[in-house]
């Protein structure tokens, strides 16, 4: 299926104890050049049980049913390949579980190796991700993302995660997004996450100035970004815009040797 046909999904991801409500989805199309949001929920929306792992299996079966579709997540998908063992990122993905057995473990393990220091890839330094993946305001977000949707994914071949994989029309595609560096690239990065007014005032800015990127939103949808105080519902939206501006270039992309090891990231 063609690029311009395939639905959009938006996720900012989390793996936390609250990731059900934590975790937000929006999903949209386009239309005549612009991307139209249908849907924003949190994950306890798409579960029956509203458990930290019953969220995140159930965000995993949606990608992978969704076989027509883009989606763009918010964690990183791999680390810097001067810290992995593995000659390539497939090997990566499949060992990463198998070698860490906690989000804890995992953040130990490259601090011990690297003394402490947080280390990035080419392309987080290069887009202005903010925090390393190991990071401790991230390193949740690594550990579950990849353990959790990504290595199942890969395992059980359901889905082509951009650009380490070659896109195949029959199946859904993953790319890593950064709603941060979207912010900074327009002039938007500003505090909008929390309970203070200024906080929503600036919610309410980032999605009117939405507007100006060809994203529709209708009511409703503007109403949920406001209201929702930690941003997840915003920043699943900017996901999904992410998404959107890079349709055009995932499919005939040719990734050099490091971004099939280290990945990219998108904005």
């Given amino acids: 299926m063609p690029y311009q046909i395939r639905k ?8 936390s104890k609250k990731a059900c409500y934590k975790i937000w989805v929006s999903e949209g199309s386009v239309h005549d050049k612009s991307l139209r949001i249908h849907t924003c929920h949190p994950a306890h929306f798409f579960s ?36 992995t063992e593995e000659n390539n990122w497939k090997d990566f993905i499949i060992n990463f579980p198998l070698k860490h057995a906690s989000a804890e473990s995992f953040r130990d393990y490259y601090r011990q190796k690297t003394d402490g220091k947080e280390f990035k890839r080419k392309k987080e330094n290069e887009k202005g991700a903010p925090f390393a993946a190991y990071n401790l305001w991230l390193y949740k977000q690594t550990f579950h993302g990849i353990s959790r949707v990504i290595n199942p994914l890969v395992r059980n071949n359901l889905a082509c995660i951009l650009p380490m994989q070659t896109p195949n029309p029959e199946k859904p595609w993953v790319i890593e997004i950064c709603p ?7 002039g938007l990065y500003v505090p ?74 998108y904005y």
């Fill in 48 to 83: 029956e049980n509203h458990n930290t792992q019953s969220c995140i299996a159930a965000l995993y079966g949606m990608i992978s049913r969704e076989k027509y579709a883009i989606f763009g997540l918010d964690f990183p998908f791999a680390l810097p390949s001067s810290l």
């Fill in 180 to 186: 941060a560096c979207t912010l900074k690239e327009k």
């Fill in 8 to 15: 959009i999904f938006g996720v900012d991801f989390s793996g």
């Fill in 192 to 265: 909008y996450k929390g309970k203070k007014s200024d906080r929503e005032s600036n919610r309410k800015m980032i999605v009117d100035k939405l507007e100006e990127f060809n994203v529709i939103l209708d009511d409703e949808i503007k109403d949920i970004c406001i209201s929702n105080t930690q941003g997840d519902a915003l920043d699943s939206i900017l996901a999904a815009y992410g998404v959107f501006r890079n349709m055009q270039i995932l499919e005939g992309k040719n990734p050099d040797e490091l971004e099939k090891r280290e990945g990219d990231v």
